[in-house]
């Protein structure tokens, strides 16, 4: 397992490798940092880099993620001409890009409606009790467990990983409340075993295209596959 906290805008991974290196946005006040897999960039320019959050000039005011209810960190484009975070649309399973390469645009119309009324409930335990129920939530992938958040609200409280799934190469993304996230650490902990997934999305980094991930492997692992062939 490999938590998901700092570094990366998306995978919160603070190293770099010259094949997958951190690219930090010219933007003016922007602090957004992504690696080129994680964000889609085709190319590194030699000069400056804008996040298409500053790319598009659009008002501060006016960008505003559809599954969250934060403005900061790596967005792009939706299908339906808004925002959304690239972190939201790989933690909630019926979110698709268009174009895996470029990882854009996002779009949202599979997301069911049920996820749009789930309320946060770490919004809730912070008081933001307005922003509970913006966007859309992801569920606690603990079985049976009812709590749902925002996938930015986990990912700044470290309640975010990567897991391995049932092939060699394959990657899960999920998300745990506060409650079961802890009682996992401490149970992986005690079986030696909090090693499972350390490394990087990088090179080594080939999620599968399994049928309940296809679309969010896809995302990275055919953008990694075009940059980093064998």
């Not at 570094?7 to 290196?21: H, I, K, L």
């Not at 996002?106 to 922003?131: A, F, N, W």
């Not at 295209?209 to 596959?225: E, G, I, S, T, Y």
Request: charged letters at 25%; a positive charge.
């Amino acid at each position: 397992m490999r938590e998901m906290v700092g570094g990366c805008c998306v995978c919160s991974d603070e190293r770099g490798w010259a094949e997958n290196p951190l690219v930090y946005c010219d933007g003016h006040g922007c602090n957004v940092a992504v690696h080129q897999a994680c964000y889609g960039i085709v190319q590194v320019p030699t000069g400056p880099w804008f996040c298409r959050k500053c790319e598009s000039q659009e008002r501060a005011a006016r960008v505003r993620c559809e599954l969250c209810p934060h403005k900061d960190g790596a967005l792009k484009r939706t299908d339906s001409g808004g925002w959304a975070h690239v972190v939201c649309a790989l933690y909630i399973p019926e979110v698709q890009f268009a174009n895996v390469l470029t990882m854009e645009p996002i779009m949202l119309q599979y997301v069911p409606h049920e996820r749009y009324m789930k309320t946060c409930y770490i919004c809730e335990d912070h008081g933001r009790e307005s922003k509970a129920a913006c966007g859309a939530c992801m569920a606690c992938n603990r079985q049976g467990c009812r709590q749902a958040f925002h996938v930015t609200c986990a990912q700044m409280a470290g309640l975010l990983c990567e897991e391995e799934g049932p092939e060699a190469d394959n990657v899960k993304y999920c998300g745990y409340c506060k409650h079961h996230y802890n009682k996992m650490k401490k149970r992986r902990s005690s079986e030696n075993a909090n090693s499972a997934f350390c490394h990087s999305r990088g090179r080594s980094s080939s999620p599968s295209q399994d049928k309940h991930h296809h679309h969010r492997q896809r995302k990275v692992n055919a953008f990694c596959l075009l940059l980093f062939p064998n």
